[in-house]
């Protein structure tokens, strides 16, 4: 198995706890008012929202792919940390065994913070995932990222 890994990093003005609970706890809900057409919808599939929740992902029109099933790996509320992996779906592109997420919310002095994200990509035997495919699903979280961002002050 192959390991690829990417470490994205971004401020904002909007508190770290706030950041936390919409991006990582309440995200199935208010990413479709923040940011149209990125899902369809979220069900899910085992568990109750929590460590070992596994959850199918219907990706919205603005997305070239249909499908990734996630299950969250570590919530850490008060360490404002969240790691998910996606297991399965089209999203995977056939030879990428999984993704795992972990993402940081670092409370800044000026009331925003600085999240972190490092994404390690789990590959079939020795495959390679493209640059571009990387650079497409950091391109995807910035603007989430931005969109939540934007949301959230705007409301």
């Known amino acids: 198995m192959g390991v690829q890994k990417s470490e994205v990093e971004v401020t904002s003005t909007v508190a770290a706890g706030k950041l936390y609970q919409v991006l990582c706890l309440d995200i199935d809900t208010l990413l479709p008012q923040a940011l149209p057409g990125a899902i369809k919808s979220s069900e899910i599939l085992q568990g109750d929202g929590g460590v070992g929740t596994i959850k199918l992902v219907h990706l919205g029109d603005a997305s070239p792919y249909n499908t ?8 850490d509320k ?19 065994d999984s993704i795992n997420n972990h993402v940081v919310f670092v409370p800044k002095a000026d009331g925003g913070c600085t999240v972190k994200n490092t994404i390690i990509f789990n590959t079939k035997g020795d495959a390679v995932v493209p640059e571009e495919s990387i650079k497409y699903a950091t391109e995807t979280n910035n603007a989430i990222f931005k969109a939540v961002e934007a949301y959230l002050t705007a409301n």
Do not use: P
């Open 68 to 75: 990734m099933k996630q299950k969250i790996d570590a919530i």
């Open 78 to 96: 008060e360490a404002l940390t969240y790691s998910y992996s996606v297991i399965d779906g089209d999203i995977l592109l056939g030879f990428i």
